[in-house]
């Protein structure tokens, strides 16, 4: 199945895993935004305070499991589909 979000965290891989590294140790959310074309490093609190109760229950829970795994939280945001999707990445 195509998930061009995907694609798009693929496609910025390399970008997104040194902003990362820079910023390991405080275990951030990140944010790939399609419309801007920029990476974001959020320190997860900041993140989780901008989301639905809903979906901050969900990051909660996401970002809990991939830290046990190694992985880091990326989010891609698509302002013209009004969409927020979330990946585990391996890190």
Not at 27 to 38: F, I, N, R, T
Not at 43 to 54: G, H
Request: no cysteine; net charge negative; glycine share 2%.
């Amino acid at each position: 199945m195509y998930d061009r979000y995907w694609d798009a965290v693929e496609e910025h891989g390399d970008i997104i895993l040194g902003l990362y590294k820079r910023f390991e140790a405080k275990k951030p959310v990140m944010l790939l935004d399609l419309q801007e074309q920029k990476i974001y490093a959020y320190p997860y609190n900041d993140f989780k305070s901008d989301l639905t109760e809903r979906s901050q229950v969900q990051l909660e829970e996401q970002y809990e499991a991939a830290i046990l795994d190694n992985k880091m939280v990326v989010f891609v945001r698509d302002n013209e589909k009004e969409e927020l999707v979330s990946y585990s990445v391996e890190y």
